[in-house]
């Protein structure tokens, strides 16, 4: 069964940082993209990063690009999102999901791409 357990969320200041871990199990970890989601509330959720293991590609959106960054630790089977320097806008919940394929589109990241999902995590950034 593919699960995806994200965690590390929380309330930080405007400035400040959080590293969420995204633990991935049943699945091989190579064969398969990670994506980061965020969904504040009443608005639609946004792809904001996409990593693949396989090549070590990684991908961001304009709103996170220079303040979000990508790792993962293979032998845990985890990818982390660390992001720094928040801004409130940053406030939503997190969601990491397993790509259909290993790959990441170059030019966005859909969810039309990503078949399960975590459950989320609640990042809360005050001013």
């Known amino acids: 069964e593919v699960q995806l357990v994200e965690s590390g969320g929380g309330l930080a200041q405007a400035g400040g940082s959080l590293r969420l871990p995204c633990a991935a199990s049943?699945?091989?970890?190579?064969?398969?993209?990670i994506g980061w989601f965020r969904q504040a509330p009443g608005k639609e959720r946004e792809g904001i990063s996409c990593?693949?293991?396989?090549?070590?590609?990684?991908y961001y959106e304009d709103s996170v690009k220079g303040r979000f960054t990508i790792s993962s630790d293979n032998a845990k089977s985890t990818v982390y999102l660390q992001m720094n320097n928040l801004k409130p806008e940053d406030t939503a919940v997190y969601f990491c999901?397993?790509?259909?394929?290993?790959?990441?589109?170059?030019?966005?990241?859909?969810?039309?791409?990503?078949?399960?999902w975590g459950q989320g995590t609640q990042v809360t950034v005050s001013s």
């Open positions: 990593f693949s293991n396989k090549d070590g590609y990684t």
């Open positions: 999901a397993q790509g259909w394929q290993f790959y990441c589109s170059g030019s966005q990241v859909d969810s039309e791409d990503f078949g399960s």
């Open positions: 049943g699945f091989t970890f190579d064969d398969y993209a």
